[in-house]
């Protein structure tokens, strides 16, 4: 069972910036995803960003976060990562971590997704 631990997160002021990071617990070969969610409460989790490990690393982004945020992968360590500039109010949420492995493409529904990280909080202040 692969395990994905989050890091990173917290508080900032709109306009600023964080950096999220994810973890599996082992190495992961092969094709496969990476994803950033966010889920508020009430509301579905939605998507946010996702890599993929061939290639050109394909990624995929919500329209709301292109152009401000930028997701990277550490194939050597099994690690993705979310930078997130000019963040808004409404990007408060809880981020979560996810992997899909064994896939040639990354999916943007949360059900695509085999491996789930805890979550990191991320607030936004105005």
């Known amino acids: 069972q692969t395990q994905l631990v989050e890091s990173g997160g917290g508080s900032v002021q709109a306009g600023g910036s964080l950096g999220l990071s994810c973890a599996a617990s082992r190495y992961i070969s092969g094709r496969y995803c990476m994803a950033w969610f966010r889920e508020t409460p009430g509301k579905e989790r939605e998507f946010v960003a996702a890599?993929?490990?061939?290639?050109?690393?394909?990624?995929k982004f919500k329209d709301s976060v292109k152009g401000r945020f930028a997701i990277s992968l550490d194939k050597a360590k099994s690690t993705v990562y979310l930078k997130m500039n000019s963040l808004k109010p409404e990007d408060t949420a809880m981020y979560y971590c996810?992997?899909?492995?064994?896939?040639?493409?990354?999916?943007?529904?949360?059900?695509?997704?085999?491996?789930w990280g805890q979550g990191t909080q991320v607030t936004v202040s105005s």
């Open positions: 890599i993929h490990s061939e290639g050109d690393g394909r990624q």
């Open positions: 996810a992997a899909d492995t064994e896939t040639s493409v990354c999916g943007r529904l949360a059900r695509d997704y085999d491996f």
